[in-house]
């Protein structure tokens, strides 16, 4: 049967990349995919997936190698595939013919190897996803084609013949004679043997040094030439196999073996978060706004930086019902507003790659384009300004959106008087409610969490009493200005406390 690909299924071609570096950038989802495999795996983090079918697909893949059994299988091969493309590349550096052609031949034997081990060790495990069973089948039958077993017997018979290669080494002065093995002592075995009594008992024999030369010197160009000359069948069948086989991986087996890295990268990092207390979950995933809800969600990023300093995230969640399509964030500064706003963006985005996301129960919409307008830097270059360089961006993501889309706005219209970003605010998100769309705007305008019945408002909490603490929690209310207030008091020495110390 054939054999597709594990992350695009049976289509023809993975599509275009769709997703913007600024978007990724801003939703700290560039910090995400440097943790899981980088650049390595660009062609799948940045084409969000558009079927639903192609979601559950791998959705299904990851829940298969969440199974440590199976995870392991997966996890050798790989390792295997590594240390096949570690042999050729040495292979690929070397000068010396037959040099490069016995580490293209041990390189074939890791190959067979890996490719075998894997074949016999998926016929036992329980896979579930539509993925893995087909390749457990089409690897299956490549194991056992004429062509592979001819490959594999026909590598074993050289290697064979060249290990059954001996010869012997006499030094005398400055001069080297090689010559036809001829039943001599070998001293290597002699020296060892000698020694072996002062190795202390239950030390293992150490491993042989590693040669710290990527090529032959002369002395061993030269030792090796004459040993051609005195066993050239064995080196002339050398030479023809590697010749025909110079293109041993199979194309299907390669592709395979980049795109399964996708999945056991992110999973590497799931299994690391989730042991410090930060829960992933599979969202239900629906074709069009059929409510949104994410529960226990939080930054990866954040928690991935946080792990490392063996601390945890604080988390939060959202939904979003009925009419309800945006999400006002207001509260103090440095509250995790910002924070709140990337997790809602990568929640999403994460979905629509067919990934587990943060949180312990989701359901989310499958997105066709996810923007984000964030602040920027000045353009010093244009003359007309910041504002206007923000009404433009935003205008640019208005006339691509779709009831599909979705925006996160951080702090948008900042640079102009607060009156006047009402007024944009305003019209802004009557735009993106007209077209469907669904967003989160984090702002310091109260009034834009009451601006329409479609906005829900969350408020960055603080806790109560004369020195409010902000506890990054974000909660569905209206605002009310006093967290605000709050944040602004404490800011310039104005609690209660502070105002009475003085006093005294």
Partial sequence: MDFGSILWGHADAAGPETAEDTTLTDLNLDQVFAATGGAEH??????????????????????????????????????????????????????????????????????????????????????????LREWAAWLSGYVDLDSFRGFAEDGAGVRAELDAVRYSVQVTGRQLVIDRYGGQPDFSETIAAAFARFRPEGDPARSPAVDPWPDMNEVEEQVIAAVIDQHPAVFERLGR???????????????????????????????GLRARGMPFCYPEVTAEFAGIEVVDGFDAALGFALAKRQATVVRNGFRLDGRERVLAVTGPNQGGKSTFARMVGQSLYLAALGCPIPGTRARTMLPDSVFTHFIRADDIEDPHGALAQELTRMRDILDRLTARSVVVLNESFSTTTASDAVAIGADVVGRIIERGAMAVYVTFLDELATVRPEVVSMVAGVESGDDPVRTFRIERRLPDGLAYAAAVAQRHGLTYHEIRARIR
Avoid: K
């Fill in 42 to 131: 660009r062609a799948a983090q940045y084409r969000p997936l558009r079927d639903i079918a192609l979601v559950e697909f791998r959705q299904r893949v990851f829940g298969d190698l969440e199974d440590d059994a199976v995870r392991s299988v997966f996890e050798a091969f790989v390792d295997g595939m590594r240390s096949v493309r570690a042999h050729l590349e040495r292979a690929g550096r070397l000068t010396h013919p037959q040099q490069r052609n016995r580490w293209q031949i041990d390189a074939e034997a890791v190959y067979c190897r890996t490719v075998r081990g894997m074949s016999i060790a998926l016929r036992g495990l329980p896979l579930h996803s539509t993925g």
């Fill in 241 to 271: 196999h590697a010749e025909r086989y110079r293109d041993f991986i199979d194309p299907v087996i390669a592709r395979f073996d980049a795109e399964v890295r996708f999945y056991l990268d992110y999973l590497r990092l799931v299994r």
